[in-house]
């Protein structure tokens, strides 16, 4: 799979809000996954497929209805694309709103090997 590809898919799943099926798909068993220093309850820093697994499913249970997903176009350069990504949710405790991140992804050997989002 090209990088390209890999983006196309990776935006269609964060789209469709289907994080477990991208991650087992696209990414490396060896991942690395990176959050802004504001990230309350989350690591700054998560290695391997297994224990981003187990982030995104944090982050999911943590959601107490979602409104939908909207990614921009990606864009890439060489190895690595990102996109930004809004996030019309209500939190478990919190009021509604949109999340906005900036995603950007490193590809080795045709699979994401680091994630890490801006906000």
Same mark, same amino acid.
């Given at each position: 799979?090209?990088?390209?590809?890999?983006?196309?898919?990776?935006?269609? $799943?964060?789209?469709?809000?289907?994080? =477990?099926? /991208?991650?087992? &798909?696209?990414?490396?068993?060896? +991942?690395? *996954? #990176? !959050?802004?220093?504001?990230?309350?309850? $989350?690591?700054?820093?998560?290695?391997? =497929?297994? /224990?981003?697994? &187990?982030?995104?499913?944090?982050? +999911?249970? *943590? #959601? !107490?209805?979602?409104?939908?997903?909207?990614?921009?176009?990606?864009?890439?350069?060489?190895?690595?694309?990102?996109?930004?990504?809004?996030?019309?949710?209500?939190?478990?405790?919190?009021?509604?709103?949109?999340?906005?991140?900036?995603?950007?992804?490193?590809?080795?050997?045709?699979?994401?090997?680091?994630?890490?989002?801006?906000?």
């Amino acid at each position: 799979m090209t990088v390209n590809e890999i983006a196309t898919k990776l935006v269609k $799943y964060c789209e469709s809000e289907d994080y =477990l099926t /991208a991650q087992k &798909e696209l990414y490396s068993d060896d +991942v690395i *996954s #990176i !959050e802004p220093e504001d990230s309350h309850g $989350y690591d700054k820093e998560t290695k391997g =497929l297994k /224990a981003v697994n &187990e982030k995104i499913q944090k982050f +999911v249970d *943590s #959601i !107490e209805t979602s409104y939908g997903s909207k990614a921009s176009v990606p864009v890439i350069a060489g190895n690595s694309f990102s996109f930004k990504l809004d996030m019309d949710i209500k939190m478990k405790g919190q009021e509604r709103n949109t999340m906005s991140e900036l995603c950007v992804f490193t590809i080795k050997d045709e699979k994401i090997i680091k994630e890490e989002f801006f906000w």
